[in-house]
């Protein structure tokens, strides 16, 4: 499997972005699929979590009801929906398939989200 996010850029305190998350492969449908971030300077961190159907979400108490995680599986496209975004949520955003050993192995390369105040 194989992961291309994109959708990251520069934007002001308060606006929106959504990442997109294109995966390769016919197992996606069945993964589960995270988003993490990584600050400069920070160890990578969770963001949030979607469950294989879409169905179940976790996030980050940073994201809480600011991001919402979402899938496709018709298209093999995972979404992650930032909105009233903050100086804080700079960073690259990764996407991530969890295998069932709930380990994380595959990732995407990462895109830059950048805000400004």
């Known amino acids: 499997v194989q992961l291309q996010a994109s959708g990251g850029g520069l934007v002001q305190t308060g606006g929106s972005l959504r990442l997109s998350c294109a995966a390769s492969g016919r197992t996606f449908r069945s993964m589960p699929m995270g988003w993490f971030r990584q600050a400069p300077g920070k160890e990578r961190e969770f963001v949030a979590w979607?469950?294989?159907?879409?169905?179940?979400?976790n996030y980050a108490d940073a994201v809480k009801y600011r991001f919402t995680a979402s899938r496709d599986n018709a298209k093999n496209m995972g979404y992650l929906q930032m909105n009233n975004l903050t100086v804080e949520d700079t960073a690259v955003y990764f996407c991530?398939?969890?295998?069932?050993?709930?380990?994380?192995?595959?990732w995407g390369q990462g895109t830059q989200v950048t805000v400004s105040s």
């Open positions: 991530a398939l969890q295998s069932p050993s709930k380990s994380y192995n595959y």
């Open positions: 979607i469950n294989d159907n879409g169905f179940r979400r």
